[in-house]
């Protein structure tokens, strides 16, 4: 309701100063009404204009127009404005003594009070862009200096909206010192402004900066009812998450005036917050109103930042408002020094012979002097309504008296209207030195001082670039804004229980760095028991092997962290994903880092592959001393009657078989993985061939036994016996050199038995090839098996047939078991079984063909006989 009621109120005044500046179809402008307003005013060739805030207060609500003079009636008088009024008179006092600044021109002023009202304030830019004049008569061409060729003000956002936004449209120049919505850099809606503050943007970010920098990401947000803490809220809204990566906990709107339950529920609402840092983008008066409740509920605990709205106010420099305030970090503009400001304040007397009458008088002096001495004009001057106890003699002594006016430690705002004059002075020497034909205006002319248009200065406003006595660059943007920079403010409460301000950083933004933090955290003081800047977090950070995962229904800084799951890692704190490792890689315990995989085969150094190893080479060992006894017993009857060279190379045959399994032991490599299949392939069609070529000789020699079948020994000779031998052995061969030239046997690194090992093992390649392999081999176990077992009851003197028989029952039974347990083993257990099959078929075939044998030529020599053999038959 307030923001209508403000820009009805600005319409109504347009239309009316509209009406006022011209007339087409007269030769004269008459003015509407007729503002008598507090003021100050000097004399010169060209008049800048200001608005000031020297009341806090106005006691005529009445702002209609009537035909009666409207006489603005103020209180509260605000020493801190009138000096800012002061400031801007000492900088043209000091631009007219200078001989290198406008050297043929002397600037005057009219200065205005604004009472702290938005409808006096525009009332006063009013009275200074159309004048006092009642009646002015215009040239044929409708040409004239204005009365005034550009503005100092206004301090407040909302106030300078509205002026800029009828100002504006006659591109009348105003250079606020205080105004710093963001909203004001729009060039379409407010094309004549310009200020000397940094914009609420430049704000935001640097507040964001100071969150950034303490980690601070779950903060607490109230701001005013107007322009200034609206645009405010929405740039917080807007950037706190993608610069600062925090979000807000709430955002309250304080009241204006003492709405003591609102400010109950707003106090309630920070207290029950978990955020401990309170962003208040506000005025000075709210902060009044909002700590009273503040104290009365004990909120403590809370670290403040302060917007530059309320970061200098010295009425919170109480004692019993510090226990809660003391710490607070704030923005505050930026100070400089002034030269000479002292002097010239020192100067100030009030005007003894003012008259009343006299709507636009030196009142504000006038208050100024009873307001600091509390004393009282007689009569009271008009408008003021303070006045009361002694008579003021007008020679009473500013320096005898403890008055803030003449504090020029700390120059803020003041520094600001002084580079805002200097902004419109250096533009109107700058337009006053065109050199005619070389202009900037249409067919190349230049302004004239007698026939100066507002539009002309905005020109030069805009190109000016000077550097202050304190040394610093004052140019203006695209839109306006100057070269943004902050100081960083830090509320000290000292042991005595004053309170001290003390700068501790600044903030800006150059053209190279963009913005720019500089904090000095070892001189902050903290108003906490650890001294320490406090944690305000909605959800603690995220340690590294953990993700964010945000909570629904809830601020993005509220979340969870999960950890990473296997084979994934964060590495860095606040993590949003987990990544993945490499393909060799997995996650470490913590999730933070990858690690190697562990890697696994059947290795030499593990329980599993000693034994295997061992017995492998127990089994060959057992084979060399077998071989050695048969060569040593070669001449005894046991070994002739068993064909001793079949028996010979059937022990060699079981001894390469024992010695294959090595090579599926240890980490596999490309010659490894081609031998071993093709050595187990090879030795076991030897060994099993060898054993079928047995039987077969046995049972020709059964039929040659018999009536008749003398003839099938011929079949069955020493040569015929290699070359069986050969040949089947050969076929495996060919099978094997096939297999390994189509679809080789290759290392392989397996990840999909365990995701955190690495299995190593041989691809078979051709799983046919394979295949083939083993069933050549079994091919030839059974067809060895049949034989032996038609060969079972034959006499005793023949009875190895009985023997081939069981050791290769065995054999069969040891390989049909390896192929299911071979497909379901996983990993180096693969090729445990495998090793473990060969071992148990060639201990099978060693233990059932040849431990017999042993027993008689080691343990039983009398049967080691021909007569004993033959003797088995005999008795049989």
């Known amino acids: 309701m307030r923001v209508f009621l403000d820009k009805l109120l600005v319409l109504l005044l347009f239309s009316c100063f509209s009406s006022a500046v011209t007339s087409l179809y007269s030769s004269y402008c008459q003015l509407q009404g007729q503002f008598h307003l507090n003021g100050m005013h000097q004399t010169g060739d060209v008049i800048l204009g200001g608005i000031f805030e020297n009341n806090f207060f106005s006691a005529n609500p009445d702002l209609s127009f009537t035909s009666e003079p409207y006489q603005s009636t103020c209180y509260g008088f605000d020493v801190v404005g009138f000096r800012l009024a002061q400031s801007m008179a000492f900088a043209i006092d000091e631009i007219n003594r200078k001989s290198n600044l406008l050297p043929n021109v002397t600037l005057g002023y009219s200065l205005y009070d604004n009472c702290n009202q938005l409808g006096i304030g525009f009332r006063a830019a009013l009275t200074l862009v159309s004048g006092q004049e009642e009646q002015v008569t215009l040239e044929e061409n409708c040409a004239g200096t204005p009365p005034v060729l550009g503005i100092v003000g206004d301090s407040s956002s909302t106030r ?6 009828v100002l504006g449209l006659y591109r009348v120049p105003t250079v606020s010192y205080f105004s710093t919505c963001s909203c004001l850099s729009d060039r379409q809606k407010f094309p004549s402004f310009f200020r000397t503050i940094p914009s609420d943007a430049f704000q935001v970010n640097a507040m964001i900066q100071i969150l950034k920098h303490f980690g601070w990401t779950w903060a607490g947000l109230l ?12 740039s917080f809204h807007s950037d706190l998450g993608p610069a600062g990566g925090g979000c807000l906990a709430y955002t309250e709107i304080l009241p204006w005036g003492d709405d003591s339950a609102e400010l109950r529920r707003i106090v309630d609402v920070m207290r029950k917050s978990t955020a401990q840092v309170v962003i208040v983008f506000a005025h000075e008066s709210h902060m009044i109103n909002l700590m009273e409740e503040v104290v009365r509920q004990n909120v403590t605990g809370l670290q403040w930042i302060a917007s530059e709205g309320w ?24 100070r400089g020094e002034i030269p000479g400001l002292r002097d010239f304040l020192l100067l100030t007397r009030p005007d003894l012979h003012h008259n009343n009458s006299d709507g636009n008088s030196m009142v504000r002096v006038n208050q100024f002097w009873e307001h600091t001495f509390q004393c009282r004009f007689a009569p009271p001057p008009a408008g003021w309504v303070e006045a009361g106890g002694e008579l003021c003699t007008g020679q009473e002594v500013i320096e005898n008296v403890e008055t803030e006016f003449l504090d020029v430690s700390n120059l803020r705002p003041e520094y600001n209207v002084y580079k805002a004059v200097y902004a419109l002075a250096y ?31 905005v020109h030069y406003l805009e190109e000016v670039n000077f550097t202050t006595t304190f040394g610093d660059q004052v140019s203006f943007d695209e839109n306006g804004d100057t070269l943004p920079i902050y100081d960083i403010m830090n509320w000290v409460w000292l042991p005595d229980g004053r309170t001290k301000v003390q700068r501790v950083g600044a903030v800006k933004r150059s053209a190279f760095k ?21 944690q305000s977090v909605c959800s603690e950070s995220c340690p590294p092997g953990t993700r964010m995962a945000r909570k629904k229904g809830e601020p993005e800084c509220c979340f969870d962290c999960v950890p990473c799951s296997d084979g994934k890692i964060s590495n860095t704190t606040d993590s949003m994903e987990c990544t993945s490792c490499p393909e060799d890689f997995w996650s470490s315990p913590r999730r933070d880092h990858c690690v190697p995989k562990k890697t696994e085969f059947l290795s030499y150094h593990e329980p599993l592959g000693i034994f295997l190893t061992t017995t492998s080479l127990l089994g060959t060992c057992i ?21 001793s060279e079949l028996s010979f190379l059937l022990l060699v045959s079981l001894k390469l078989c024992f010695l294959c399994s090595l090579l599926f032991i240890g980490r596999p490599r490309l010659w490894t993985c081609q031998l071993r299949h093709a050595a187990f392939g090879i030795s076991f069609v030897l060994c099993v061939s060898c054993i079928l070529v047995k039987t077969m000789v046995v049972l020709a020699v059964f039929r040659a036994s018999k009536p008749g079948g003398e003839s099938s020994l011929k079949w069955f000779g020493a040569v015929q016996q290699r070359g069986t031998i050969l040949f089947l052995t050969s076929v495996q061969a060919a099978i094997c050199t096939a297999w390994l030239v189509s679809a080789s046997p290759v290392p392989h690194k397996n990840t999909q038995y365990h995701s955190d090992k690495i299995v190593y093992e041989c691809a078979v390649g051709s799983t046919v090839g394979f ?44 390989w049909v078991a390896f192929v299911p347990a071979y497909i379901s083993s996983p ?6 079984v495998e090793v473990f099959a060969i071992l148990a078929s060639s201990f099978g075939l060693l233990m059932a063909l040849f431990g017999p044998k042993c027993y008689i030529i080691l343990m039983r020599p009398e049967k080691n006989t021909k007569k004993a053999i033959m003797g088995r038959g005999t008795t049989k």
Not at 312 to 330: D, E, I, N, W
Not at 785 to 812: G, Q, V
């Open 160 to 165: 300078s909206i509205a002026i800029s936004t």
């Open 223 to 234: 701001i005013s009812d107007d322009d200034y803490g609206v645009h405010a809220a929405r």
């Open 311 to 334: 970061s200098a106010a010295a009425v919170l420099h109480t004692s019993h408002l510090m226990p809660y305030l003391g710490g607070t970090l704030g923005i505050s503009i930026r």
């Open 427 to 457: 533009a109107l020497d700058d337009m006053l030195q065109c050199e005619p034909g070389r202009g900037p205006f249409s067919n190349n002319t230049c302004a004239h001082l007698q026939r100066l248009e507002p539009w002309q200065l």
């Open 514 to 534: 963009g913005d720019e933090l500089k904090l000095d955290d070892d001189k902050i003081f903290w108003n906490f028991e650890s001294k320490q800047p406090p």
């Open 623 to 643: 084979c060399v001393v077998v071989l050695g006894i048969f060569i040593h017993h070669h001449s005894t009857p046991i070994v002739r009657a068993n064909n």
């Open 771 to 814: 295949a083939v392999l083993l069933g050549y081999i079994g091919l030839l176990a059974v067809l060895s098996c049949l034989l032996a077992f038609l060969a079972r009851n034959l006499p005793d003197s023949f009875n190895e047939a009985k023997l081939i028989t069981f050791s290769m029952l065995i054999f069969c039974a040891v």
């Open 827 to 832: 990993g180096k257990y693969a090729d445990a």
